[in-house]
């Protein structure tokens, strides 16, 4: 049987806004400007004569996943309940991990939404996006239609009919930042925006927006991994850079940049600062 190869990209925060928490699912309501990159996990997908799935995770960023339960897991599991699979079909499922985990990339996310799209093949409702997020994570239907969306509340996101384009120096200090224990310490709370104003505007008039703009859990984070206020500060000062920022609950930060070139040079510098540490460039898709 023929092996099939998909891509799960990563995501950004370009800021991230934390509301109080719904009442009926206890979640902190959250708005953001999210887009993917191209920065990606590669998935290989292959249906196999045995009585169970294998599912593999390969590559550098493989050893903080959980073998036994995993949202690639959860996710088949799901899509048998919903009948999308038959039992009787089994899977080899390997995906090597080239999105740093426990980063606030999306990896996990991603994968799970990319293969729920691969066996659905075709768009997906309202109602099945809300069940496999609910599921699985609230960060799921990120993934599931555009690359680049305007969250504006925890239940309504929006696809961006004007792409932006920006370039990224993303660093990521191999620090293990739990989503859950960072928004356990959330105290307090934005008041979110009901505009959506990213549609109807420039790169330029978007930056200028987003240098005002802020990730709520970056100061919970940097209270207790000090060295990525470092890190946001280098990536601050780097030439051309327009702003720095903590994406999700961390710990990867990324520096904005309007230039392949500049993001190159920059990534230069960044390196010699930290060459312990993940550097790469990154764009928008």
Not at 247 to 275: D, N, Q, Y
């Amino acid at each position: 049987m023929s092996k099939t190869i998909i891509k799960s990209y990563g995501k950004l925060n370009l800021f991230l806004n934390i509301g109080k928490k719904n009442k009926k699912n206890k979640l902190h309501n959250v708005q953001s400007l999210v887009c993917l990159m191209n920065l990606f996990d590669e998935i290989a997908i292959k249906r196999i004569n045995a009585k169970k799935d294998k599912v593999k995770f390969n590559g550098k960023f493989c050893s903080y996943i959980d073998r036994n339960y995993n949202t690639v897991s959860s996710c088949l599991s799901l899509l048998r309940k919903k009948k999308v699979i038959k039992k009787n079909y089994n899977y080899n499922i390997s995906i090597k991990k080239n999105i740093p985990v426990f980063s606030g990339l999306g990896g996990g996310s991603s994968n799970a939404a990319t293969i729920v799209k691969y066996f659905v093949k075709r768009k997906l409702t309202k109602k099945e996006k809300i069940f496999f997020s609910q599921k699985i994570g609230s960060d799921l239907r990120l993934f599931f239609d555009s690359k680049q969306v305007f969250q504006k509340n925890l239940s309504q996101i929006f696809n961006l009919k004007k792409k932006i384009k920006f370039y990224f120096i993303l660093v990521y200090p191999f620090l293990k930042s739990s989503t859950k224990e960072v928004y356990s310490k959330v105290t307090e709370y934005k008041k979110l925006d009901n505009y959506n104003f990213y549609d109807k505007s420039s790169n330029f008039r978007i930056i200028e927006y987003l240098k005002h703009q802020e990730n709520s859990l970056e100061k919970i984070v940097i209270s207790r991994f000090p060295i990525i206020q470092k890190i946001l500060f280098e990536l601050m000062i780097t030439k051309n850079c327009e702003f720095s920022r903590l994406t999700g609950s961390g710990s990867a930060c990324f520096g904005v940049f309007l230039t392949k070139k500049s993001a190159v040079l920059g990534l230069k510098k960044i390196k010699k600062k930290f060459p312990k540490f993940w550097c790469v460039v990154g764009k928008t898709i």
